[in-house]
């Protein structure tokens, strides 16, 4: 029962939504509203400036490919019923523009505004920020796992791809004597175009999918607040909240999506009959009436889809002509990078190859521990198999635990007295290990020092150097010394063609080999001096002594204790001690000698990722330094890119997203079959879902109607303007 009402309701909401101008404003998403939504309906009553407005509202969300707003533009449209020659209006729009036509507008001092119509209807747009009534996100999975949009591009497996809408759209109602939060009754319908050389076994919750052969649109339906507006149970009667499309993907890319969300539906039904159960079947049959009324408009949205494709001609033509030149543009900015990139392509490589090791570290490893966990359950059934019962073993308690059996087997105790002895011995060697783990640490830190050191040294050095040059190539040209020069070209006695020359020559001195040398030695010399060593070892016994290098000290000398411990006990004379032990205990004492060994293995992969970890980290800043020198090319040539890249997408995505709306219009017959199903089950179940409560269903189905009809605008908080308003997000695709 609760499938097929959720059914009934999704195929009627998609129908309502399909009708309400899903395909103009697909368009409009498309074109960044350059071309404004002019389908709409409203009306204005206006009589000697004094009038009320009423008006069709379009409000266009920009969305990341995860549902995070970019920017949010507002389309609105004033019908002129009355031809009046002004219009009032109210609106917190702004940078507003008229999009069809040159009347202009005043604005009062309470923030209204007053158009000039002269009679005609009046089309404008502008940009709002404030938050929406309905929140999107969207969430991505590669088998089972949560990833990014860009983690899964390119990707192979089972794709789960979520949106989740959020109503955050309400008002306080009186129902049954108490005050409750009623939503704002949005349906949501969320379109996909899949690639079907891309994407196979497409499933998608509580909506329809269409398949032509290459491609799969899917609609899906959610009706976000009304669950808890109906108060009625999710095991009787699930309203969804979200749209989950489920499918098997080869090499990961997704269109942009288009998803629609309106309060219209709500605002068609008949509160008043809701008195009865006679009058909610009749109030059902009038909906199902205005259904089949809805469905002889899809004839009408395949003819506005066609037009729609008409006007790409002209829109291909002109990308195709930016194309060209951004291409000329991206080609002077690459040979222009290319003196430059020869520079970084040795550091670039260096650190590359590093960060190849250090990306395999989790998997390196993540498999030594899987490896250690599957031998470590084999001996755990070995154990079993003997008659002998202990715990699962784990990395952290196989030793002690695999003790106690041995313990209990070998009343001599060889095996304790042996680890006992290894313990004590390397106790001893604690003091010497822990001085070797400080003096590798502090041998990285002295380089860390060093280097930020001599970096400042140099800037110090340089400056002097060209104090020096400026002094002599001042004194040399104008026979003065750098403040009676600097005191002349104040004074405007110094005329601009010899600070020009005077500039150049500085700056030929600076890049010239001698100067570079000069700087050079002074640098080592200063580095070599009493001083800059006393800096360096106070900065670095600062960084020794901080907290953090205290614990990275601890830890590395407790693994390299551990590491020994192990080490020993699978050594050749422990293992001789062991030789004595009692039959019984010999194949579990074998047995954690293996593992022993293991263990020290494990250990030193990890001493092995870490060390790797280090060296990838001073490779990135080696890479760092470089990047420096080729900041400047860099920018140019990756904007030029960047720019080339987003036309071409551009202009590659044209064809595409006609072909999507070519398949919206394919579903306009699976919408029919729809109404017919709702006509004949979702009365009767609804009725069932609430377990015969009609009255309190109907208290609560006439709070969502008021809730809805009062929300009828976003632009502004006027609640006398009358009129409708719809919202649509695109998401950017994922290419």
Known sequence: MKKSITKVIAVCLCAALTVSGI????????????????????????KDDNNTSSKDEMVYVFSQADGSVQKIIVSDWIKNVLNSRKLNDSTELSDIENVN???????????????????????????????????????????????????????????????????????????????????????????VVLDNDVFTNVKVSGGKLVNDGSRTAVIGIALPGLQENLAVADDKFDIPDHVEITADAKKFELGMTITLATNQLFNELDAESFKSIDGLTGSMGELSGSMDKLLSGSSGLYDGLSDLLKSFGELSGGIDKLASGTGELKSGAGDLNTGASKLQAGASQLKDGLDTLVSNNDSLNGGAKQVFDTLLSSAGEQLTASGLKVPALTIDNYSETLNGVIASLDKSAVYEKALATVKAAVEEKRPFIEEQVSAVIKEQVTEKVTAAVREQVIEKVTQAVRDTVEEQVIKSAVNMDKDSYDKAIADGLIDKTTQAAIKTAIEQQMESEQISQTIQAQTDEQMSSQPVLDTIAAKTNEQMNSDSIKKTAEQNVEEQVQKAISENMSSDEVQSQLT???????SVISLKASLDSYNAFYLGLKSYTDGVSQVAAGAKELKAGTDELKAGTDKLCAGANELN???????????????????????????????????????????????????????????????????????????????????????EPIE
């Open 580 to 586: 004595a032990a009692s039959e019984g205990a010999k």
């Open 645 to 731: 890249t987003g036309i071409l997408t551009l202009k590659q995505n044209i064809p595409a997203f006609a072909n999507g709306i070519t398949q919206l219009c394919d579903g306009a017959k699976q919408l029919s079959e729809g109404l017919s199903q709702f006509n004949k089950q979702g009365i009767q179940k609804l009725i069932d879902a609430v377990d015969g409560d009609i009255n309190g269903l109907v208290t609560r189905l006439r709070a969502t109607k008021e809730v809805s009809q009062s929300y009828k605008t976003f632009s502004c908080e006027n609640k006398d303007i009358s009129g409708q308003v719809k919202f649509i997000y695109r998401t």
């Open 101 to 191: 036509g040159d009347e202009s507008y005043a604005q009062k001092s309470d923030g209204s505004i007053v158009w000039d119509a002269q009679g005609n209807d009046i089309y404008y747009q502008g940009n709002i920020k404030k938050d929406l009534p309905v929140n999107m996100s969207v969430t991505y999975k590669l088998d089972g796992k949560t990833v990014s949009p860009s983690e899964l591009l390119g990707k192979s497996g089972k794709v789960t791809i979520r949106y989740d809408y959020t109503n955050q759209q309400y008002e306080y109602k009186e129902i049954n004597g108490n005050k409750e939060k009623i939503y704002v009754p949005f349906a949501v319908v969320t379109g």
């Open 23 to 46: 395909a103009y404003t697909s368009y409009a998403m498309n074109s960044d509203t350059d071309q404004t939504e002019k389908a709409q309906k409203t009306s204005v009553t206006d």
